[in-house]
């Protein structure tokens, strides 16, 4: 199941699993509230199913600050991976990290480095085509961040951010169809 915040919640992992979902993907979690144990972030993160292979997203555009959540969660019997998110386009989250990432590829290869020297879990990143249909740089950030982590990469959407704009004006695009803040 992917990453969705909100929708990813115990009783609908529980549901998943029950009918033989074996691959769970969390919510995103803030890198920030996981170094400084947020109560709300714990809580998301305790809650999380076990008995499946788990993948936990976390963002943040600060490099330390994601070594050090990634190194609070690298624990091998609870997770599969962690997912480093570079698609979420909601205001809250790009103010540090998210899709605002692919914009500069150079700190997000930093992002990526970080996570992968402090966990022995697979790394992979969840990135859109880029920034805006003018800045189509998924190949370059994908390349980036295998060169940057231990060559695993992850690309699951194919859309711009400007193509969630244009489907909240109204131009919609066969890709864009639906209307998740973090889609
Ligand atoms: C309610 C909702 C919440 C989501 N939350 C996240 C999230 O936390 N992290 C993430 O990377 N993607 C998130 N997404 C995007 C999904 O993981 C997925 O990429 C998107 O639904 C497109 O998948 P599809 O093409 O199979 O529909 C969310 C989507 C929805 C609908």
Known sequence: MAPMAGINVPSFCEL?????????????????????????????KDTLPAGVDLVVQIFGGVPEVMAEAAAALDD?????????????????VIKCGGVALMKTPELAGRVVRAVAEKTSLPVTVK??????????????LAR????????????????????????????????SRKRSPCR
């Open 16 to 44: 998943l699993i029950s009918n033989g979902c074996d691959f769970i993907y969390s919510a995103l979690l803030t890198s920030y509230g996981i170094v400084r144990e947020n109560k709300k972030t714990m809580e998301m």
């Open 127 to 140: 990135m859109r085509l880029g920034w805006d249909e003018a800045s189509i740089n998924f190949i370059e």
């Open 144 to 175: 980036i961040c295998i060169d940057n982590g231990r060559r695993q990469s992850h690309c699951t959407r194919a859309r711009a951010r400007s193509a969630l704009r244009a489907n909240r004006t109204g131009h919609r695009s066969r890709a």
């Open 76 to 92: 091998p019997k609870r997770f599969a991976a962690i997912d480093v998110n570079m698609g979420c386009p909601a205001p809250k």
